[in-house]
């Protein structure tokens, strides 16, 4: 190393505060073995610079303060200190719904069961979302009904209608027509109906006539049914034989 030697100004640490060094002027504080940068902004302007050992892990330096940002609390952090979330409003979670990059914000939590108050930007509770989900599955749910296995007491009548109760509430409804040979449903088939180009009488089977919200009838067709045979064939039977029908609707 050259044989030079330069010699800086120096004091202790409270020299250097009341001491007002020239802009760009470097002196050394003798009490903390650092130099001083000056600012010539007056007396104790100067700005001192940290030491290896303070910036090192294990020094013992402290950050004195942090600008934590948006969502976030802590400062002054030390080697045992921490940096949290900041408490944010009940229902409210962090998250960017701007479409883009953007910085987190809160974002709102909706416990809303009627989904009335869907927004874009904002989130909803698991417990709303099935609350929603169950009450649209119950309002579309298909039910069905039957008006059970039915001879009027004393058998059936050829070209006779029965009025049942709709169960449904309303005309939006599918009803099928079955007959059978007892009131367990014995060889019970789809009734096949032939209206005979009439929309007032039925000829064979029977069909679903004045249906309202709250009733419909069954008019049985004056010839009797066309039942299946076993052979895929049609045989007529009469409705005053003992037969059993009943209606199933849905809606």
């Not at 330069?6 to 050394?28: K, N, W």
């Amino acid at each position: 190393m050259p044989n030079i030697q330069v010699q800086l100004r120096r004091g202790s640490t409270s020299d250097h505060a009341s001491f007002a060094g020239a802009e760009g002027e470097v002196t050394v504080d003798t009490d903390l073995d650092t130099i001083m940068v000056h600012t010539g902004g007056g007396a104790g302007t100067g700005i001192r610079l940290a030491k290896h050992s303070e910036l090192s892990t294990g020094g013992g330096g402290t950050v004195v303060s942090i600008a934590s940002g948006t969502g976030l609390t802590g400062g002054p952090i030390t080697t045992s200190g921490t940096l949290s979330l900041a408490p944010i409003a009940n229902l409210r979670a962090l998250g960017n719904v701007s479409g883009s990059n953007a910085a987190p914000v809160a974002v709102e939590i909706k416990d809303d069961d009627t989904m009335a108050t869907a927004s874009a930007t904002s989130l909803a509770t698991s417990e709303s979302i099935k609350a929603y989900v169950d009450a649209q599955v119950a309002a579309s749910t298909v039910s069905k009904y039957s008006t059970g296995w039915f001879n009027n007491t004393t058998g059936l009548t050829n070209g006779t209608n029965y009025t049942f109760t709709n169960s449904a509430g309303t005309t939006d409804i599918v009803i099928d027509v079955f007959v059978a040979d007892d009131a367990n449903g014995t060889n019970a088939q789809k009734l096949i109906t032939d209206e005979g180009g009439s929309t007032s009488q039925v000829l064979y089977g029977g069909f679903v006539t004045d249906l309202t919200s709250s009733n419909f009838k069954i008019q049985l067709g004056s010839n009797g049914y066309l039942a299946v045979t076993s052979s895929g064939g049609y045989s007529t039977v009469n409705w005053n034989s003992g037969k059993y029908f009943k209606a199933v609707y849905v809606g």
